[in-house]
């Protein structure tokens, strides 16, 4: 553990500048913090708030494993006759 970085989370949330509002918010847009789809001022929030919270940076290093470990597997093929079915289902675009 990175005492100096458990400092510094501890020190923010003393001083009001972490909340655990900042995590749930955090937590809701892992996905899009890290495929890169946040504006970029919500980056550096997130970034900062990173930083500073060894739970959050531990959800996101579990959701980087997680999305590269999916990434590997490959795509199945559906049977010819089961996509003809959804699409029948779907109605023509």
Same mark, same amino acid.
């Given at each position: 553990?990175?005492?100096?970085?458990?400092?510094?989370?501890?020190?923010?949330?003393?001083?009001?500048?972490?909340?655990?509002?900042?995590?749930?918010?955090?937590?809701?847009?892992? &996905? @899009?913090? *890290? #495929? !890169?789809?946040?504006?970029?001022?919500?980056? =550096? $929030?997130?970034?900062?708030?990173?930083? +500073?919270?060894?739970?959050? &940076? @531990?959800? *996101? #290093? !579990?959701?980087?494993?997680?999305?590269?470990? =999916? $990434?590997?597997?490959?795509?199945?093929? +559906?049977?010819?006759?089961?996509? @003809?079915?959804?699409?029948?289902?779907?109605?023509?675009?």
């Amino acid at each position: 553990m990175n005492l100096a970085r458990l400092f510094r989370a501890c020190w923010a949330v003393l001083r009001g500048k972490a909340s655990h509002l900042d995590c749930m918010e955090m937590r809701g847009n892992a &996905s @899009a913090y *890290l #495929e !890169g789809e946040v504006s970029p001022g919500q980056k =550096l $929030r997130y970034d900062r708030h990173v930083r +500073l919270c060894l739970a959050c &940076s @531990a959800f *996101l #290093e !579990g959701l980087r494993k997680t999305i590269a470990a =999916l $990434r590997g597997i490959p795509p199945e093929s +559906l049977p010819a006759d089961a996509k @003809a079915k959804i699409l029948r289902q779907i109605g023509p675009k």
